[in-house]
């Protein structure tokens, strides 16, 4: 995740402020080649139709190279599919059609027939977990299931918080970019209801670097899941 200093990850306007640096989006790059899947949340797959697809050409060919498909599989978790045309993508979509690799939506039985149709139409494998809401713990089940050793997730805030209460994140990294956004209701990495400091999710600081631009990467380590 890439947050400000003062721990936001978008402007006041919210579309999309540019946060990470070109050292911190290639390094994306570099865990993206590294993942197996790279997974998204519903809001920010609707809202920006990310292509989470490796784009260096050096990248893919070391993934071939190691006998992987020259793309990870991109995973989005929808608890409601909307009921419209492609699900609420647009068409053509980025996260459906760029890279030509396998694309999983993951979603729940709130989500219509017709709405899971159109996203297979459109060339997605579409799972059903969960009555209300996506089962969190079965669809990584799956996941493990389909191959998936190595998970990268980049974000939103919405989906790393149900992760972190669900006890399902092994390791985070955090860029902090050399800029202050502000504003009391801008998104920060981990959104949801929050958590009491007794049932904090607590982390062991393994790794900090620091660019040459002024941003900071930090790896942490969670030592123990929300209580």
Do not use: C, N
């Amino acid at each position: 995740m890439a947050m400000t200093a003062d721990g936001k990850t978008d402007s006041v306007e919210r579309r999309g402020a540019r946060i990470s640096s070109d050292a911190d989006e290639a390094r994306v790059q570099r865990l993206r080649a590294e993942s197996d899947a790279v997974l998204v949340g519903g809001r920010t797959l609707l809202a920006e139709d990310p292509r989470l697809t490796v784009r260096p050409q050096e990248l893919v060919a070391e993934r071939v190279g190691r006998g992987e498909p020259p793309q990870p599989m991109k995973v989005a978790i929808v608890s409601e599919l909307l009921d419209m045309p492609g699900g609420g993508l647009p068409d053509p979509s980025r996260f459906l059609s760029d890279g030509g690799g396998r694309v999983v939506v993951v979603t729940s039985g709130r989500s219509s027939g017709a709405a899971l149709a159109r996203l297979r139409d459109r060339g997605a494998e579409v799972v059903v977990l969960g009555r209300d809401r996506v089962d969190l713990v079965a669809a990584l089940a799956w996941l493990r299931r389909a191959g998936v050793r190595r998970l990268l997730v980049e974000g939103g805030g919405t989906l790393v918080a149900a992760l972190l209460a669900a006890g399902l994140v092994d390791e985070l990294r955090l860029y902090v970019a050399p800029l202050i956004l502000g504003g009391a209701d801008t998104p920060t990495p981990v959104g949801g209801p929050g958590i009491q400091r007794g049932s904090a999710v607590e982390l062991s600081l393994e790794d900090v670097h620091a660019d040459p631009d002024g941003g900071v990467v930090l790896r942490y380590l969670v030592t123990r899941p929300s209580a």
